[in-house]
């Protein structure tokens, strides 16, 4: 019994093969920027730090939350209340507690965006770290980079078989390699970071940061393999 050639691992010189690779590359406006909070908080006893700390989460919290839709995601990461130690004669002694807390926003506003950082270092003891822009994972441009490379792939085969002679007859196989933004995920600073401390609140409101959103670049890469005609060599 014999298997048909389009059905073999490999061409023949009936029905060659041809194997090409597509690649697209889009660069895309961003559709989400997250910003990373660092609220602290210092205190002669653990009490004291805890409750400073506290006060003070919950500030950042409800600033966040009065923006509404344009908050997409808050999450609380990372807590810690660490005692600062000191040499007393030959003994340590606890000289301080040192409390922390970390959060993440997510927002879809970039006007907004600016607005908020500002306020939020305008705020004692909290730290701003971002923005880092990004796509979400359903966004059309993931697609059309697919569509974009496997049009290339096409395009590619078809100049390979008209060098020859020939015309493509079939698609045996295609392979998709992904597409994926370059930029890492947060909380990497690949690009449009910016860091931002405030001791003290003031009286009157901070100006609104300006940020220019950073271009995505999208990548798309697929393997083809193509039957075609046999060539006119």
Same mark, same amino acid.
């Given at each position: 019994?014999?298997?048909?050639? &389009?059905? *073999?691992?490999?061409?023949?010189?009936?029905?060659?093969?041809?194997?090409?690779?597509?690649?697209?590359?889009?660069?895309?406006?961003?559709?989400?920027?997250?910003?990373?909070?660092?609220? &602290?908080?210092?205190?002669?006893?653990?009490?004291?730090?805890?409750?400073?700390?506290?006060?003070?989460?919950?500030?950042?919290?409800?600033?966040?939350?009065?923006? /509404?839709?344009?908050?997409?995601?808050?999450?609380?990461?990372?807590? &810690?209340?660490?005692?600062?130690?000191?040499?007393?004669?030959?003994?340590?002694?606890?000289?301080?507690?040192?409390?922390?807390?970390?959060?993440?926003?997510?927002?879809?506003?970039?006007?907004?965006?600016?607005?908020?950082?500002?306020?939020?270092?305008?705020?004692?003891?909290?730290?701003?770290? /971002?923005?880092?822009?990004?796509?979400?994972?359903?966004?059309?441009?993931? /697609?059309?980079?697919?569509?974009?490379?496997?049009?290339?792939?096409?395009?590619?085969?078809?100049?390979?078989?008209?060098?020859?002679?020939?015309?493509?007859?079939?698609?045996?196989?295609?392979?998709?390699? /992904?597409?994926?933004?370059?930029?890492?995920?947060?909380?990497?600073?690949?690009?449009?970071?910016?860091?931002?401390?405030?001791? &003290?609140?003031?009286?009157?409101?901070?100006?609104?940061?300006?940020?220019?959103?950073?271009? *995505?670049?999208?990548?798309? *890469?697929?393997?083809?393999?193509?039957?075609?005609?046999?060539?006119?060599?």
């Amino acid at each position: 019994m014999t298997q048909d050639a &389009s059905h *073999q691992p490999y061409g023949t010189p009936e029905v060659p093969r041809v194997a090409v690779r597509g690649e697209a590359r889009l660069e895309v406006d961003p559709e989400i920027a997250r910003i990373g909070i660092t609220v &602290s908080a210092r205190g002669t006893d653990r009490r004291t730090a805890l409750e400073d700390l506290t006060r003070r989460n919950n500030a950042v919290l409800d600033l966040v939350k009065s923006y /509404g839709d344009p908050v997409e995601n808050l999450e609380t990461g990372a807590f &810690s209340i660490t005692p600062e130690l000191t040499r007393h004669g030959r003994a340590e002694r606890i000289r301080a507690y040192h409390g922390r807390v970390h959060l993440t926003a997510e927002l879809n506003d970039f006007t907004t965006l600016g607005e908020l950082t500002t306020r939020l270092a305008d705020l004692e003891l909290t730290q701003v770290d /971002g923005p880092w822009w990004a796509l979400r994972p359903t966004s059309p441009a993931h /697609g059309e980079a697919r569509r974009q490379a496997v049009l290339e792939a096409v395009q590619r085969a078809r100049e390979y078989a008209a060098a020859l002679g020939s015309t493509l007859a079939a698609l045996v196989e295609l392979a998709d390699l /992904g597409a994926e933004n370059t930029p890492a995920p947060f909380p990497s600073g690949a690009g449009g970071g910016m860091r931002t401390m405030a001791f &003290s609140a003031t009286e009157e409101a901070a100006p609104a940061l300006d940020l220019e959103p950073q271009r *995505q670049t999208v990548y798309a *890469q697929v393997n083809a393999r193509f039957t075609m005609t046999p060539p006119r060599l």
